[in-house]
């Protein structure tokens, strides 16, 4: 369980400072959330809360009970992140090398590296790429290896902040497909709003405010009708 | 089939070969170089290390690809030392730093990351006792090795949009916007690293 109480987040420092996420308070437990908003509302200050990645200016962020202000380190071994251009994620040069990197990192045996990057390569359909440059994949390929390496960790959330935005619709659809036969609950922030439809819930950011949280359509209708 | 020298599978004698005594006899080749400094020694070295690439299967045009961006370089080189040293010297020196290069080459092209990154950082543990981490260290070179191709691509990128912009020839205006994207670049993969749990 995720909560988040009353957090504002801001960056830089007196003259220079600005609000990007103000007095939000909410409690996420649902499986499968949603978060939208318009570019620099704070939907990704907000998700990038959830693991530590930004701890809040003011206010708490507790994933489990355990503050990701205090214990950053044990909540990024529970949540995994994400992002939304998978070069920037990619860390290893080669596609086996990088799903292994953070099973390597955790302290496990050479055969239990192997096996589980080897389970990894096949259920994301990367086996054929294993030994290729990361680089030489296509976007949507490279999308699938950043999930499969945060993935093959086994985090009990997965917070994806906007995957699909740099993809066609063949590999957005893919991804999303992806996502939704997790068994992890999911947090996923996003622009294509058909992809959040069968969400458990939905809430959506607007100028630094949690401006609305409900059900998946009604959260739509009302960003639909924000951004008219 | 790699054009920047990152690892081609494959099961030859060299392939096989622990990444530890690689990297040992590259650098004492490396540290040998030093004693090349005839003329008619320089060729049969070369010769020796492309034999390496037959011997590990690797093709004639991808060793060429591996010294192909020294071009320039070489070039310049040549030219100052056949004015200032003659054209004996200057075949020893750009002959040396190809050859070097493409024993580099041959050692990334036949050896997994993983395993070089765990070659140094088992040869950097008795760093600890100056307080370096040892993993820092294969980290930073799992990285130095994975940005090539990603700033090899910023700068098409950064190319393209100065040919569509038709600033064909401003070293500035390929520059600034190349330097710009490679820290962005380097911030996000920092945030990447942290959320992988590279954080302390």
Redesign the interface.
């Known amino acids: 369980m995720i909560e988040v109480e009353g957090v504002t987040h801001i960056y830089g420092e007196a003259a220079n400072e600005r609000v990007v996420l103000n007095e939000v308070n909410v409690t996420l437990d649902e499986p499968r959330i949603g978060v939208i908003g318009a570019n620099g509302s704070g939907k990704s200050t907000f998700v990038r809360l959830i693991n530590g990645l930004v701890v809040p200016t003011r206010g708490k962020v507790r994933v489990d009970g355990r503050d990701t202000t205090e214990d950053g380190r044990e909540i990024r071994r529970r949540v995994g992140f994400c992002f939304t251009d998978p070069d920037a994620q990619i860390v290893m040069p080669t596609v086996r090398e990088d799903i292994a990197f953070g099973l390597r990192r955790r302290g496990l045996s050479k055969a239990e590296v192997a096996a589980r990057v080897g389970s990894a390569l096949e259920t994301y359909a990367l086996e054929d790429h294993a030994d290729h440059p990361a680089h030489l994949l296509s976007g949507g390929q490279k999308q699938l290896l950043a999930l499969a390496s945060v993935l093959v960790t086994e985090p009990d959330t997965l917070v994806l902040d906007e995957p699909t935005t740099l993809l066609d619709l063949r590999n957005a659809a893919k991804v999303s497909a992806l996502v939704r036969t997790l068994d992890q609950q999911v947090i996923l922030v996003n622009h294509h709003l058909d992809l959040l439809n069968d969400f458990d819930r939905v809430i959506v950011f607007d100028d630094t405010l949690l401006v609305f949280d409900g059900s998946a359509p009604e959260a739509t209708d009302f960003y639909r009708r924000l951004m008219a | 089939m790699?054009t920047?020298g990152?690892?081609l599978?494959g099961s030859s004698p060299l392939h096989r070969l622990p990444a530890g005594a690689k990297l040992a006899a590259m650098l004492a080749v490396g540290v040998g170089s030093i004693f090349l400094d005839r003329y008619w020694s320089v060729g049969p070295a070369i010769a020796l290390v492309l034999s390496g690439f037959a011997v590990a299967g690797i093709p004639f045009r991808t060793a060429l690809r591996q010294v192909r961006p020294l071009v320039w370089i070489a070039g310049f080189v040549a030219a100052f030392h056949v004015v200032v040293n003659g054209w004996e010297r200057a075949f020893v020196v750009v002959g040396v730093i190809a050859m070097l290069v493409l024993l580099a080459s041959l050692v990334t092209l036949t050896t997994?990351?993983?395993d070089m990154v765990d070659a140094v950082v088992r040869a950097c543990r008795p760093l600890r006792v100056v307080r370096v981490d040892p993993e820092r260290i294969g980290l930073l070179l799992?990285?130095s090795?994975?940005s090539v191709?990603?700033v090899v691509?910023l700068a098409e990128e950064v190319r393209d949009a100065q040919r569509a912009r038709g600033l064909t020839a401003s070293p500035r205006a390929f520059a600034v916007p190349l330097i710009v994207r490679s820290l962005r670049?380097a911030d996000?993969?920092g945030?990447?690293?942290?959320?992988?749990?590279?954080?302390?």
């Open positions: 790699s920047l990152l690892y599978p997994r990351t993983t799992a990285l090795i994975r191709p990603v691509g670049h996000a993969l945030d990447a690293l942290v959320a992988r749990g590279v954080d302390d």
